[in-house]
């Protein structure tokens, strides 16, 4: 240890301008490498072009709910943004008159069913019978004229005696040619049959008519939904048309967005987008371009399209607003940089700073597709290429050197 300090001082100077040197021949060395920038290697990757727009939820159809008859409101035992079921009561009216008009008509059909059913058990029989009856008195009133003919041939009767047989066997063919036309029009077929099925077909259609109405007093829900309105208290006087609720029905969702006319070119039917609620924005949801409106919007220099929500969203509410990306075009693979590492992106002449043998470079570029933080360059770059991304303040040529 005695024999370093030995050493070093006589050798103190020499060893300090050794020192400091070193220190001014790292600092010129660094000075002449120029100063530390950030780069990054281009690559390829996939490009999306996205149009961003906002819009809100709506069904495909809403459905409106009316009474069809005019009466007075009894019950309404649901509340407007319910989610009710197909069959549950929206709106029940009273129905006292109805019912005795629905009693009345089944009575109807009853006597008219009780009148076909005597023609057919009692009147029926009663007139086929009278018809054998009057086929008796004929062929006795024949045989009786028969007989009238020969005695009058043989000079025991006289002219006045035959002519009552003959009227008697007239009278006979008469009486049975009433009593097969009775027959036959209690048959089925016949007038009086058909008059009696057909009062029963018109008790009928009258009863299902009254029935009709009296279901009318009970008014459903036609599908699955939500009660997006109501417009009907207890005690209404309600005609038959008005409007009392209306009813988003479940389903398929729609998105109602609105384009900037300057987009319109990019939009196709068919295309994806990604959407989510305004409420919940974490929520993303597949969407997917199902009409675009032919005409723009005159004061607002917009177009309307309508997407369908792919798969169902228990927190899509009618009305609720959304925000979409609309993928309007998409290539794979393609040189691409992010847009900030792009210098003048907007005029004429991009171009960005290139680190090349240890200079920096001013690259002219040019660039194709852009989707969000992302523009396609379609040349002047290659991959691998190191693109300074923190230039700061440099010179074309200056020295330069990648921070490790």
């Known amino acids: 240890m005695n024999a370093v300090w030995t050493w070093i001082r006589p050798h103190g100077g020499q060893l300090l301008w050794g020192l400091l040197a070193l220190l001014l021949g790292a600092a010129s ?4 490498l120029g100063p530390q920038v950030q780069t990054e290697a281009v690559q390829r990757r996939d490009l999306l072009q996205t149009v961003v727009a906002s819009g809100r939820v709506e069904s495909p159809h809403r459905v409106s709910i009316g009474a069809q008859i005019t009466g007075t409101v009894a019950r309404v035992p649901v509340s407007e943004g ?7 009561v929206l709106v029940e009216l009273v129905g006292t008159e109805l019912q005795s008009a629905q009693r009345q008509a089944q009575q109807a059909v009853v006597q008219a069913q009780n009148r076909l059913r005597q023609m057919n058990e009692l009147q029926g029989p009663v007139v086929q019978q009278a018809l054998r009856q009057a086929q008796a008195s004929l062929d006795a009133a024949r045989a009786s004229g028969e007989r009238s003919l020969a005695l009058f041939q043989q000079g025991f009767m006289g002219q006045a005696a ?24 209690t048959q089925a077929g016949g007038a009086e049959h058909s008059l009696a099925v057909g009062a029963v077909a018109e008790a009928q259609a009258n009863s299902e008519m009254v029935n009709a109405k009296a279901r009318y007093a009970v008014i459903q829900a036609p599908a699955n939904g939500h009660l997006i309105s109501r417009h009907v208290e207890v005690g209404d006087v ?18 109602v967005v609105q384009i900037d006319e300057k987009n319109l070119r990019l939009i196709a039917w068919g295309q994806q987008a990604l959407a989510s609620a305004d409420a919940y924005p974490q929520q993303k949801f597949k969407a997917q371009v199902v009409y675009i409106n032919p005409g723009i919007n005159a004061q607002t220099g917009a177009v309307e399209i309508k997407l369908d929500v792919l798969e169902p969203q228990q927190n899509l509410k009618q009305d ?4 979409v990306d609309l993928v309007v075009s998409r290539k794979p693979q393609v040189l691409a940089l992010q847009v900030d590492h792009v210098n003048d992106i907007g005029g004429a002449s991009p171009w ?13 570029v040019r660039l194709g597709l ?11 770059l290659r991959v691998g290429d ?8 440099l010179r074309e040529g200056q020295r330069v050197r990648a921070q490790l």
């Open 386 to 393: 190191a693109v300074i991304v923190s230039p700061n303040a």
């Open 82 to 88: 319910q989610v009710v079921q197909a069959g549950d």
């Open 320 to 323: 609720m607003t959304v925000s």
């Open 370 to 380: 852009r989707g969000g933080a992302w523009v396609e360059v379609l040349d002047g």
């Open 238 to 255: 309600v005609q038959a048309g008005k409007v009392l609720m209306t009813l988003s029905p479940e389903g398929a969702a729609q998105l």
């Open 352 to 364: 960005v700073w290139l680190l090349e043998a240890g200079h920096a470079l001013r690259r002219p």
């Open 29 to 32: 060395l660094r000075w002449w």
């Open 162 to 185: 035959l002519d009552e047989s003959r009227k008697a066997l007239a009278l006979a063919e008469a009486q049975v040619l009433a009593a097969q036309k009775q027959v036959a029009s």
